[in-house]
C-alpha cells in the first residue's frame, strides 16, 4: 500500500496566510473603487456614527481573508493525497488568478480616496486579512491534522 506524503505544517501555513492576504487585499481595491472602503472610518466630514460602506468593508475584507485562508489551507492538505479532481483545481486557479487580475486592474486606476486615509485604509485591509487568514489556515489545519491522527489510529489497529 503507497503511504501518502503530506506538506509541511508550516508550508501549508505560509501559503494559506498568503492567499488569505492577497484575496483580502483583491477584495479590499474592489470595494474601494465601488464605495466600499476603510477610508471611511477616518473621514471627518461625515455625520454618520460609522459610514455603512466602512462596516461592509470591514466584514467582507475579513471574511475572505478567513476563508482563504482556510480553503487554501484545507485544498493544500487533501491536494497531496490526490483528493481533488484535476478539473476542480483548474478551476480554483482560473478564480483566483482572474481575481487577482480584477484586483491588479482596479489597482492601476486613479484612486477615489484620498491620499493619507487611502494608505491607511490599505495597511488595515493588509493587517485584518493577514490577522483572518493565520485564523483560517490555523483552524483548517487544527482539524485537518486531527483527522489525520484519527484515521493514523484506525489504520494502524
Known amino acids: ?92 486557479i482560473a478564480v483566483g488568478v482572474l481575481l487577482l487580475a480584477g484586483a491588479g486592474q482596479v489597482a492601476s486606476a486613479p484612486s477615489p480616496i484620498p491620499t493619507v486615509s487611502g494608505v491607511l485604509a490599505g495597511l488595515a485591509a493588509l493587517c485584518l486579512g493577514a490577522v483572518m487568514a493565520c485564523c483560517g489556515a490555523h483552524f483548517a489545519l487544527r482539524r485537518g491534522w486531527s483527522v489525520i491522527r484519527k484515521s493514523a489510529k484506525r489504520f494502524s489497529k
Not at 26 to 42: I, K
Open 1 to 92: 500500500m503507497a503511504e501518502t506524503t503530506f506538506f509541511p505544517r508550516r508550508l501549508i501555513l505560509g501559503a494559506a496566510v498568503i492567499s488569505g492576504v492577497l484575496l483580502a487585499l483583491a477584495v479590499h481595491m474592489l470595494g474601494a473603487r465601488y464605495g466600499l472602503d476603510l477610508g471611511g472610518l477616518w473621514r471627518s466630514d461625515t455625520h454618520e456614527f460609522i459610514p455603512a460602506g466602512a462596516a461592509i468593508a470591514w466584514w467582507l475584507i475579513a471574511t475572505v481573508g478567513f476563508s482563504g485562508g482556510y480553503f487554501t489551507a484545507t485544498l493544500m492538505q487533501s491536494a497531496v493525497s490526490g483528493q481533488i479532481p484535476q478539473r476542480m483545481r483548474q478551476f480554483l
